[in-house]
């Protein structure tokens, strides 16, 4: 099925199309409410070119990817994409958190999902950053986590900690600060008389950038267009900058 979407992306553009597939192992009758996991990155453009590498962790459920492209001579910037499980309460059913466990159980490794993401985002980091003092890495997805502790939303706690002992920083929202415009990425819908209205809950999408190679932030944000709503709570993010 994800070779086959692959295939419908691709005829879709009249321009260069990478597409790269993390994708999770599950039976044809699987409901698709149980199919959770997995990540598809498309990339088009003068960007296609560009892709010279990309991996994804062991577990099977796509929790975390990398992508590599080439900026120029010897130097490589590094999109990891990930998307933090949240804990599940039953420790039988099928969210993404019990069969991240289950993967790790297989193993021995006593580790929590969670960690386990982190762990295998920061051992590819290191190895990308010191293949070259020039290369550069950016961290985007759904985390689940807010940037403070004290903002409202996600179940993981402590991600400023985390990305500022690993060098990571959150260039957008220090700019959303310093403008006073709050950002949302994840949407939660009302009912109002005949309608549904939309409105932003909390900031628990990311994109972060490393300190390593000075990577810099223009501008950045979030679509409110609502017509995201059909296909997601969760809204797009943008950021752009010079590589």
Not at 9 to 18: D, P, T
Not at 95 to 123: D, M
Not at 215 to 222: A, E, K, P, S, Y
Request: glycine share 8%; aromatic share 8%; hydrophobic share 40%.
């Amino acid at each position: 099925e994800s070779n086959h979407l692959a295939a419908v992306i691709r005829k879709k553009y009249l321009i260069n199309v990478q597409v790269r597939i993390a994708p999770i192992p599950v039976d044809r009758h699987t409901p698709r409410d149980q199919r959770v996991g997995g990540q598809m990155i498309i990339v088009i453009g003068r960007w296609a070119n560009k892709v010279v590498n990309f991996i994804k962790d062991p577990s099977n459920q796509g929790v975390v990817t990398g992508l590599f492209l080439r900026t120029g001579h010897k130097r490589q910037l590094i999109i990891i994409s990930s998307y933090w499980p949240i804990v599940a309460i039953d420790p039988t059913s099928g969210q993404l958190w019990n069969k991240v466990k289950l993967h790790l159980n297989r193993w021995g490794n006593t580790a929590s999902p969670l960690l386990y993401c982190q762990r295998f985002i920061n051992e590819h980091l290191v190895k990308h950053l010191r293949a070259n003092f020039f290369n550069t890495a950016v961290l985007v997805g759904d985390l689940n986590a807010t940037w403070t502790p004290t903002a409202r939303g996600g179940v993981h706690t402590g991600l400023q900690s985390w990305a500022n002992s690993t060098g990571w920083s959150n260039p957008l929202h220090s700019l959303s600060l310093s403008d006073s415009v709050p950002i949302f990425t994840h949407w939660i819908g009302h009912h109002h008389l005949d309608g549904v209205s939309h409105t932003g809950h909390s900031w628990i999408d990311h994109l972060l950038l490393h300190r390593h190679g000075k990577l810099r932030l223009v501008t950045g944000g979030t679509d409110s267009n609502e017509s995201w709503i059909q296909i997601s709570d969760h809204s797009v993010q943008f950021d752009t900058g010079p590589l």
